[in-house]
């Protein structure tokens, strides 16, 4: 598994199906596993955050969760093959573990909204085995009994979904306190599981446009749209200059 690095933020060069394949390889690991899903926002945060930084550059794996990744790429000597999109991946891992022993845990969200997505998810994949979901709103005391659940149910795979960058830091700060195989960094999968943010349509996924759909159903977004040129402006002249 090769590695395409954009500023300083290393990525697997990895297809969709490659992808999943080592999330199971992982699970079925004896060690722990870090995976997240960086995009180019989530890259230019981490060029002015350095334990962000480093949080991302000790992962087990960061798919390129981000059509402008896999563009800036282009600029380097191992262009990345394709976008893998994490909620496209785990639904992937989901169909491969249902009717297994395996276990999940859904973290994160606004209150009933990881309880929706369980319920979306187990319909859609019959024989999955969702054990527990928490919200993501806690504070020191609630953080200290979902960390206790979470232990004490034993989830192969822990989904974390309280937004980057924190969700990154949560799993680097606890990983290694955690009964778990794997975790990942969702984002607002959980919303789009259950149906709470409709996921663009399927014209819009195959021309890598969702970025556009979204910013139709959402104009306020346009803020952080506009880190997208930025972040290419930086790539371009990181390329030119070396920095």
């Not at 995009?39 to 930084?53: H, S």
């Not at 990345?80 to 276990?103: P, W």
């Not at 973290?107 to 909204?113: E, Q």
Request: net charge positive; proline share 5%.
């Amino acid at each position: 598994m090769s590695i395409c690095r954009i500023l300083g933020v290393p990525f697997s060069n990895i297809s969709p199906d490659e992808a999943i394949d080592k999330v199971i390889s992982c699970l079925d690991g004896r060690g722990k596993s870090m995976i997240f899903t960086p995009n180019p926002e989530m890259v230019m945060e981490a060029r002015k955050n350095k334990e962000f930084m480093e949080i991302l550059n000790s992962s087990t794996m960061n798919v390129p969760d981000g059509i402008g990744i896999v563009y800036a790429s282009r600029l380097t000597s191992s262009p990345i093959k394709e976008r893998v999109a994490g909620y496209d991946m785990l639904l992937g891992v989901f169909e491969r573990i249902k009717d297994t022993d395996k276990t999940v845990y859904f973290f994160g969200s606004a209150p009933g909204i990881a309880d929706r997505a369980k319920k979306a998810i187990e319909e859609r994949f019959e024989g999955i085995k969702i054990v527990g979901t928490a919200n993501g709103y806690f504070d020191a005391e609630r953080e200290k009994e979902i960390i206790a659940e979470i232990n004490s149910l034993k989830p192969d795979l822990l989904l974390v979904g309280i937004g980057f960058p924190k969700q990154e830091k949560w799993i680097y700060n606890n990983i290694k306190r955690l009964n778990v195989r794997v975790a990942v960094g969702v984002g607002g999968s959980f919303d789009g599981w259950c149906g709470n943010v409709p996921r663009a349509p399927k014209f819009f996924i195959k021309h890598n446009m969702e970025w556009f759909y979204r910013l139709i159903k959402q104009p306020s977004r346009i803020g952080r749209m506009m880190q997208l040129p930025l972040f290419m402006l930086v790539v371009i002249r990181s390329r030119i200059f070396g920095r």
